[in-house]
């Protein structure tokens, strides 16, 4: 990352610190976080649960969504230094917790991380990020496994929610079919970074 860019994201990271969200009014945990992992990677993942990192040094705590997904990440190969992960709503409430207002606030957020970061993939975790990307209602079967185009010719690949994948696959086993096509998505990925 250039340092006119460490400005322009130091200036973001101090204006999201600044941003009061009602709902988390009397909440324990109310830090507002950018994100995870390596700003100069390739790879941006963005999620909509707050379990999939604990702090930008992508510290997670045992047992979550967040533990799995880096697991599986790195049995990917696909090494920290490889992607940067954030969140729709940058703290721990989800998209839909949030207000008309916040929202539209966390997607310029959003679409600055994207300018700043320049990835050459964005891995859509889940519907509900999906859409917003897409800017259109979708359901993940229909669209994940395929590569989409998005702004400035980043590569958008869609896949299921890590919470989503982690439930199913502990109900029914490593063998459950969103967790193997989770898995083929993953590998797709870290295709598509050594091309």
């Known amino acids: 990352m250039n340092l006119g860019n460490k400005e322009l994201w130091d200036e973001l990271k101090f204006e999201l610190g600044g941003m009061k969200l009602n709902k988390l009014e009397g909440v324990k945990d109310k830090k507002l976080l950018l994100g995870a992992g390596n700003r100069g990677a390739d790879i941006l993942f963005i999620g909509d649960d707050p379990d999939l990192y604990d702090d930008e040094e992508l510290k997670v705590s045992l047992g ?20 940067y992960i954030t969140n729709l709503s940058k703290c721990v409430l989800k998209w839909r917790e949030l207000t008309g207002n916040e929202r539209e606030h966390m997607r310029d957020y959003l679409d600055m991380q994207i300018a700043i970061i320049k990835p050459k993939i964005i891995v859509s975790l889940g519907q509900e990020v999906t859409g917003i990307l ?21 590569k958008l690949i869609p896949t299921f929610d890590p919470s989503y994948v982690k439930r199913t696959r502990d109900a029914s086993g490593r063998k459950a079919k969103p967790a193997i096509e989770f898995w083929n998505d993953l590998k797709m990925i870290k295709g598509e970074i050594e091309n």
């Open 134 to 154: 897409m800017g259109k209602e979708i359901k993940i079967p229909e669209v994940r496994g395929r590569i989409h185009s998005y702004f400035g010719g980043i």
């Open 64 to 83: 979550t969504s967040g533990e799995f997904f880096m697991k599986l990440c790195d049995l990917a190969d696909l090494s920290p230094e490889k992607y």
